[in-house]
């Protein structure tokens, strides 16, 4: 049997990523900071909206660099990684920590 140290966004195709390396779990922010999308290991995410914690709750898939949201309630969406930013809807989401994010949000305040 072959197993591989660090598996690629392929080696997930369709499926339900469960393993903490998946390239695409983590914090994705808008640039404003104002929401803030947290895709979880086990294929779940979480979405905030400003003050408003969990707003959005649900579970995805990935196919490539494509992202298939089910919301709790029955919502559906879809995303798609490009070039590391998570274009989501009508949304465009940086990783945490992208000095994207704070650059953006500074020039928003003046």
């Known amino acids: 049997m072959e197993t591989s140290s660090a598996p690629s966004a392929a080696s997930h195709r369709g499926d339900t990523p469960t393993a903490p ?6 914090l994705w ?12 290991p086990d294929g779940r995410y979480e979405e905030a909206r400003g003050a ?5 709750t ?5 196919d490539g660099n494509h992202i298939e949201y089910l919301d709790d309630t029955g919502f559906t969406a879809t995303g798609d990684v490009r070039d590391g930013v998570l274009y989501h809807e009508h949304l465009v989401l940086y990783r945490e ?3 994207r994010i704070l650059k953006s949000a500074a020039e928003g305040d003046g």
């Not at 390396?21 to 983590?26: A, C, E, K, V, W």
């Not at 922010?29 to 979880?40: K, N, S, V």
């Not at 408003?52 to 959005?56: C, F, L, P, Q, S």
């Not at 649900?58 to 990935?62: E, F, K, L, W």
């Open 21 to 26: 390396s998946h390239p695409f779990t983590g």
């Open 29 to 40: 922010i808008t640039a404003d900071g104002h929401i803030r999308q947290e895709l979880l």
């Open 52 to 56: 408003r914690e969990k707003a959005y």
């Open 58 to 62: 649900g579970r995805y898939t990935v």
């Open 97 to 99: 920590g992208d000095p």
